[in-house]
């Protein structure tokens, strides 16, 4: 009954004194340096930005002791503390050292942690530093983070650089413009090292001094001072800021149970089944904490292999699409090297495109993703064509938000889909080959049979009975060439007779006719027969394209020149004039389908041309030169026969 009374009172007392106004304590304002991961800093998570850290922790806790309300000042410079804290603006300063309190006339409360200085350096620069030498930090750049409790004496370095943070000091190092980086903080150096992929930063076996860290507030705030030492004893002999340092630094620390005495006076029972359930709560916790951290170095891994043996090329970019970091696909295919010091993707991106590259970036960072086609720069990687993707990222890897590019090579997709478009125009006109193939072939008939019956009349002159002639071959060659059109679109087996090209070099001069009466035309076949297996046909509708070709080509006086010749394996013929030739740029395109110079042609001729030549074994290319003439190359498997033997 009495300690059901007592209990009541204690309640009754509690209430009143958390309810009433003139009781209830104003917020405790504490200064922190939010760029000292894993001490303090920002971290971002869903599109909110928010403090947190060992220091950040340990403060709320000291304040849920104090029974009061913390609120965090953010200082961009640790130097910039101590004025602050003169003025009156905060309550104290959390973290700073010892030595760096008596330097300001200021009163140091420890919370039993401490920086361990050690040095880091350039990989570059490894192989020449002896850091066992005092002349080495005299002979070498050196960075520093400006404000920093340094307990060694870093006044004497000559050639000092002072960073703001240590993230700078870092990147400086990382990027070759320090050789050595003096960190005030070890734990500090070697989270920035991890969380941003500094891979040419190394580290030295040995700590070079120690600064003990703690609470520093002004001296004249003696009350504050005698609450703030009693509320860390309590917190310690609980065993929260043991706690609060294994979260962030996974330090096993000691267990007595010297903590405990009072309530063991109280009820050695009670205290003892308590002392038990904490002790293995702890170290199940202990051993849950070991084990996602386990799972949370092979899961990093696992990622970062997953990233560097995508097939797509990976970038890491800021907003200004300055590129931080680049998977190894995109290092080889672009023969990026590293580090990307000044590199941005304005640079990778080909002149006409450059234009989109930041509205781009702006649509990723503000709508949290994007896609756009580009094409790279020529001088990087020619005729390649990229699909890119991007995406904002979150969390604290660095001050400033960053997105992830996903870039993938569509040039071999773009050309098929072009190539599929070609070969549907092609199945076009196959069909409407096929529908008219009928209407022209009946009056090519008509003409045909008139022509060879007008040459059985008995007086016709000469002359007359050669056009005749001439008519009815050019009827049944057109009849011929309707057939091997709708052979194109329908492909049939071709014959395989064995044909003389020489042969069929004159029958197609003579085929010609009037058309090269006033051309001054030179034959030069060497070591004939140049014997081969084909489609007499087909071959001779390849010369006569090439003779009407090269005739079209010239104006005024005319000349063409034949060449044939062959070797052991192979025929070769050579058709050359001396017309006004082909531009560089058109040169690789004239087989193409549908590409024609002349204002009335179809660009079918050398198409359908190459397509037989390739039919039969061969291949075709062009030699030429504006303004003086072009020369067409035919070579074709030779087939030895007993002629030409």
């Not at 060992?54 to 709320?60: A, C, H, K, P, V």
């Not at 920093?148 to 993230?167: G, H, K, Q, R, T």
Request: aromatic share 6%.
């Amino acid at each position: 009954m009495k300690v059901t009374f007592l209990l009541r009172i204690h309640l009754l007392l509690f209430i009143v004194l958390a309810t009433s106004p003139a009781l209830a304590a104003e917020s405790l304002r504490i200064s922190i340096f939010p760029f000292s991961p894993p001490f303090s800093y920002y971290a971002v998570q869903n599109g909110n930005k928010y403090l947190q850290g060992y220091t950040i922790d340990e403060s709320l806790a000291v304040g849920k002791e104090l029974k009061q309300d913390i609120e965090f000042i953010a200082v961009s410079a640790i130097d910039r503390q101590i004025g602050i804290l003169k003025k009156g603006d905060i309550a104290l300063i959390a973290h700073d050292s010892a030595s760096y309190a008596k330097t300001h006339g200021l009163t140091f409360i420890p919370v039993g942690v401490s920086l361990q200085h050690h040095l880091y350096i350039h990989e570059a620069c490894a192989p020449c530093i002896d850091l066992h030498s005092p002349e080495t930090l005299r002979n070498k750049r050196v960075v520093t983070v400006k404000g920093a409790p340094y307990v060694m004496d870093i006044s004497m370095v000559p050639n000092i650089i002072e960073a703001p943070s240590a993230l700078e000091a870092l990147n400086l190092l990382n990027q070759g413009i320090a050789d050595i980086y003096i960190a005030p903080s070890e734990r500090v150096a070697d989270y920035l090292i991890v969380a941003n992929g500094f891979d040419a930063v190394l580290k030295d076996g040995d700590f070079i001094g120690e600064a003990p860290l703690g609470f520093i507030v002004n001296p004249d705030d003696t009350e504050l001072i005698s609450r703030l030492k009693t509320a860390i004893k309590t917190l310690e002999r609980q065993g929260t800021l043991a706690s609060i340092r294994d979260k962030w630094f996974d330090q096993p620390h000691e267990f007595s149970l010297s903590k405990y005495s009072k309530q063991i006076a109280l009820t050695a029972l009670g205290i003892a089944t308590l002392f038990v359930m904490f002790g293995v709560w702890n170290l199940s916790l202990k051993r849950r904490v070991a084990q996602v951290a386990r799972d949370l170095r092979q899961t990093e891994q696992r990622y970062r292999d997953l990233i560097e043996s995508s097939p797509d090329m990976i970038f890491l970019v800021t907003e200004d699409g300055e590129i931080l970091h680049a998977n190894e696909r995109a290092c080889t295919n672009l023969r990026l090297k590293t580090p990307f010091k000044g590199l941005n993707l304005q640079n990778l991106i080909a002149p006409e495109d450059k234009e989109e590259v930041a509205p781009f970036l702006d649509k990723v960072f503000n709508d949290g993703c994007d896609k756009f086609e580009f094409r790279m720069d020529e001088k990087t990687r020619q005729d390649m064509e990229v699909e890119i993707a991007g995406r904002i990222l979150q969390g604290p890897i660095q001050p400033g938000l960053l997105a992830c590019l996903f870039a993938r090579n569509v040039t071999d997709r773009n050309r098929m889909e072009e190539e599929l478009i070609q070969s549907e125009r092609l199945g076009i006109i196959g069909k409407m080959a096929a529908g008219v193939a009928h209407e022209i072939n009946n009056p090519l008939g008509i003409i045909q049979f008139n022509a060879e019956d007008m040459l059985y009349a008995e007086e016709m002159s000469t002359e007359a009975r050669e056009g005749l002639t001439a008519i009815s071959r050019n009827a049944a060659r057109a009849a011929d060439t309707i057939t091997h059109l709708l052979d194109l679109a329908s492909p049939k087996p071709m014959a395989n007779d064995i044909l003389h090209l020489d042969e069929a070099v004159k029958d197609c001069i003579a085929l010609l006719g009037p058309k090269i009466k006033k051309t001054t035309l030179t034959l030069d076949i060497q070591n004939e027969p140049l014997s081969m297996r084909g489609d007499s046909r087909a071959i001779q509708q390849v010369l006569v394209n090439l003779l009407l070709n090269a005739l079209s080509s010239m104006q005024g006086k005319r000349s063409i020149s034949i060449f044939g010749d062959r070797s052991h394996e192979s025929i070769r013929l050579v058709i050359e004039d001396k017309g006004k030739g082909i531009v560089r740029k058109d040169l690789p395109h004239i087989f193409d389908p549908f590409f024609t110079s002349r204002e009335n042609g179809f660009g079918l001729g050398l198409f359908i041309t190459r397509r037989i030549v390739e039919r039969h074994g061969g291949i075709i290319f062009a030699e030429s030169e504006p303004d003086k003439g072009t020369r067409m190359i035919l070579e074709f498997p030779l087939h030895e026969d007993e002629e030409s033997v």
